[in-house]
């Protein structure tokens, strides 16, 4: 008999020049039948105004960017869906989890940012709905090794205190996570081979690599 089921939502997060690009292109071609996203692509409408702002080509209240965020990953919401329900498998390179970081870290920066954009509530609510993943990865680091890392600087965020709330930040949001659809990798001093099968070692002991029966979960 044929398998039967649908594909596993892998989700790769981590702070700027933490890996997480590398190993999510190394997890896809390890994975059968397997599509890579990244998140924010900026290849769409809305995505084009996200890439605008983060290169400082314009400039936007935090409250809007950060919708913007969520709309960008709403664009690709049913798409994701589909293709999982047709038995694909897909690893997203960020999703809503750097959405409530970032947007966090930035009102922590700045002492006249307004409650709601303090609110993990607020900030999570427009990405209820979306499709959930069956496991976040969190790729962890020392900061001051991400800025040694090539390739700093060019946009904006890639500033090591900021990117030391965001880390924070991440910590928080990640502890509401229940613990067996999340995995913390310490990659400090690993290479990149070993993050690698450290990695390929957790997808194959929860069996993120077959297909399953469960139905697809939604972020609530
Ligand atoms: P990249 O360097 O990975 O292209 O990301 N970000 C990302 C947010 O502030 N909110 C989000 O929802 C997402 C997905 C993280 C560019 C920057 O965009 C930030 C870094
Ligand atoms: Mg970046």
């Not at 390890?30 to 080509?57: A, H, M, W």
């Not at 991400?146 to 700093?152: I, Q, S, T």
Request: charged share 30%; with cysteine.
């Amino acid at each position: 008999m044929a398998k039967t089921g649908r594909g596993k939502l892998i989700l790769i997060e981590g702070l700027d020049r933490s890996g997480k690009s590398t190993q999510s292109a190394l997890l896809q071609r390890q994975l059968p039948n397997c599509e890579l996203l990244k998140f924010p692509d900026r290849s769409t409408r809305v995505g084009s105004l996200i890439n605008d702002y983060l290169t400082g080509k314009t400039q936007l209240s935090d409250q809007s960017a950060h919708l913007l965020f969520s709309a960008n990953r709403w664009e690709l919401a049913k798409s994701i869906e589909e293709k999982l329900l047709q038995g694909k498998f897909i690893v997203l390179d960020r999703y809503i989890y750097s959405g409530i970081a970032y947007s966090l870290a930035k009102s922590l920066s700045n002492d006249e940012s307004s409650p709601e954009m303090k609110s993990v509530e607020w900030l999570y609510s427009p990405d209820k709905g979306l499709p959930k993943p069956d496991l976040t990865l969190f790729l962890s680091l020392p900061t001051e090794e991400l800025a040694r890392r090539k390739g700093w600087g060019e946009e904006r965020y890639e500033d090591v205190e900021f990117q030391k709330k965001v880390r924070e930040c991440f910590l928080r949001v990640l502890q509401d996570i229940p613990q067996d659809h999340l995995e913390i990798i310490n990659v400090s001093d690993l290479s990149i081979e070993q993050v690698k099968s450290h990695i390929w070692e957790v997808i194959e002991s929860k069996e993120l690599n077959k297909l399953t029966t469960m139905p697809l979960d939604k972020l609530h």
